[in-house]
Structure formats: structure tokens, C-alpha cells
């Protein structure tokens, strides 16, 4: 049983260092975009139409992994001053209510994500051609992703694992 809990602590790591990585290169990706923008505006005198909608959706996209692996890293948003006057058991109580709170969070992000990448699936983005659900896939697959890495959180906790809960 142990070597399974290990095996999955490690698939899941491996999971948030792509999800990383895949915001990294989107950060790039609307640096690029934005820089064409610029030159072929200033220098070129023909600015892009598709340029605006594009870094749009690629900012939205990586943002959104961002604070998915902030869940799993545990450096999103805590009461900390108050929690670390809080008895250990407390402490650990505080961390998995949070987590609990993230997770509900982010499964409501996919269903709602979902709704709206289904009720959108039919309307074209006029300057670049595709589907407008593309911008809401973010939100489905990020909000699933939150809903894991606190899931693992919590099982991490209850585990006792020392680094699982980040206010001890």
C-alpha cells in the first residue's frame, strides 16, 4: 500500500511539473504574440486582428495552470499568522478545511466550465476562426486540476506526511 501511495505522490508531482512547464511556455507564447503586435504596429504600420484574442486566451490559459499548481504547492492565498497560533491539531483541522474549500472550488470550475464550454461551442471568435469554448477549456481542465492537487493535499495530511501540511 505504501509503495502505491508513493507511486501516485510521484504521478501527481509529475503532473504539476508539466502543468508548470505548459504555463511557462504560455507566458512565452503571449510575450511572442504581444511583441508582433507591437513591431507590426510601430514598425510595420498593420497591426494584427487576431493578436489581442490570441494573447487573450493564452494569458487566461496560463494563469489558470499557475494557480493550479499553487494548489499543489501549497503557496496559494492562507490566514497564516492566525493559523500558526492555532494547537498542531488545529492547525492541520485549518489546512484540510482550506483544502476541502479549494476542492469544492475547483470541481465547480469544471462543471460550470463545461456549461460554458458547451453553450459556446457553436460561436466562432471573428478574428481568429475558432470556437470561443477554446477560452473556457482552461477553466475545465484547471478547475479539475485544483480539485486534484487538493485531493492529494488532504490525502497527504492524512497520511501524516511532514511536508503535507505547510502550517506545521
Avoid at 23 to 45: D, E, H, S
Avoid at 96 to 124: E, K, P
Avoid at 144 to 163: E, I, K
Amino acid at each position: 500500500m505504501r509503495r502505491l501511495e508513493q507511486q501516485l505522490d510521484r504521478a501527481v508531482g509529475k503532473i504539476a511539473d508539466v502543468v508548470l512547464k505548459v504555463a511557462a511556455a504560455g507566458l512565452v507564447v503571449m510575450t511572442l504574440v504581444i511583441a508582433w503586435q507591437v513591431f507590426a504596429r510601430y514598425v510595420l504600420n498593420a497591426s494584427p486582428p487576431w493578436s489581442e484574442a490570441a494573447a487573450l486566451i493564452v494569458m487566461v490559459s496560463f494563469v489558470l495552470l499557475a494557480a493550479a499548481v499553487g494548489v499543489y504547492e501549497k503557496f496559494h492565498l492562507g490566514f497564516r499568522w492566525i493559523v500558526t497560533r492555532l494547537p498542531i491539531q488545529s492547525r492541520r483541522a485549518a489546512f484540510v478545511f482550506g483544502q476541502v474549500l479549494i476542492l469544492a472550488f475547483g470541481a465547480a470550475m469544471a462543471f460550470n466550465g463545461m456549461a460554458l464550454v458547451d453553450y459556446t461551442a457553436t460561436h466562432i471568435i471573428p478574428t481568429l476562426g475558432i470556437s470561443r469554448s477554446v477560452a473556457y477549456w482552461p477553466f475545465v481542465v484547471c478547475g479539475g486540476l485544483m480539485a486534484l492537487f487538493a485531493c492529494v493535499n488532504c490525502v497527504n495530511v492524512f497520511l501524516g506526511r511532514r511536508d503535507a501540511d505547510p502550517w506545521n
